[in-house]
């Protein structure tokens, strides 16, 4: 157990909807990533967020986004769902990564979003 | 840009045997991190070993071991003695460290490893 926790573990919804996926860093994490796994895109960074703040940015298309809170979990907000958003999404935290190094990114256990 | 390469999409060994999975980048910084995750068959990614460039020692970890050379751009990965639990997806990954521009991990494609009983 990593203790990056992720709900909800399985969504399944329509094309054109929205939902969105929450996320716990552990105990003591700031930074927050998101990542998606796609069989054909491979695993591929989204977002980043440092204590409260965005600081980077990967894929992320437009219709998706992310935000963490005061409480340091974080929320990735996906709308105008495509059958192509099907993947598995990761969120990962670590103690700091405010640049400069690399922290190791420990993984939530994902949730599986499946449109439908 | 930074890229990782794993050309072995598929490895079957029997069990016992060992096995090595390879992992090449690109970068160009000089400051870098390298990274190895295994995602068992239920699908979690579960963390196993950061390297930075500035140590190219070699690292074991019980039947783990890991080889680091910067001249071929090469972080490889030893399974010794495999065992059917090690069935699982292995991916490599390589973070830049440039100054407050974020710590994205860049993955490569990952090699699924399957020890046959």
């Known amino acids: 157990d990593s203790g990056v926790t992720q709900t909800p573990k399985h969504l399944i919804t329509a094309t054109g909807q929205r939902v969105t996926l929450r996320c716990s860093p552990r105990?003591?994490?700031?930074?927050v990533y998101w990542y998606q796994q796609s069989l054909d895109q491979g695993l591929q960074f989204l977002i980043q967020?440092?204590?409260?703040?965005?600081?980077a940015k990967g894929n992320i298309l437009e219709r998706f986004s992310a935000q963490q809170f005061p409480d340091l979990h974080s929320e990735l907000n996906l709308s105008s769902l495509e059958l192509g958003d099907s993947a598995l999404y990761f969120c990962?935290?670590?103690?700091?990564?405010?640049?400069?190094?690399?922290?190791?990114?420990?993984f939530g256990p994902g949730t599986r979003l499946t449109v439908l | 840009a930074q890229k990782v390469t794993q050309a072995q999409t598929e490895i079957s060994v029997v069990e016992k045997e060992d096995v090595t999975l390879d992992c090449v980048y690109e970068t160009r910084d000089t400051t870098y991190y390298l990274f190895w995750y295994k995602q068992p068959p239920s699908g979690e990614l579960v963390f196993l070993i950061r390297?930075?460039?500035?140590?190219?020692q070699n690292e074991i970890s019980g039947r783990y071991s890991w080889n680091f050379q910067k001249s071929t751009s090469s972080f490889n990965f030893t399974i010794t003695a495999s065992q059917v639990v090690d069935s699982a997806v292995y991916f490599c990954a390589l973070s830049e460290a440039p100054n407050n521009a974020g710590n994205m991990l860049t993955f490569g494609g990952g090699t699924r490893l399957m020890v046959k009983p």
């Open positions: 990962a935290s670590s103690v700091d990564g405010a640049g400069g190094h690399t922290d190791t990114q420990y």
């Open positions: 390297r930075n460039s500035f140590d190219e």
């Open positions: 105990s003591g994490d700031l930074s």
């Open positions: 967020y440092y204590n409260g703040e965005e600081r």
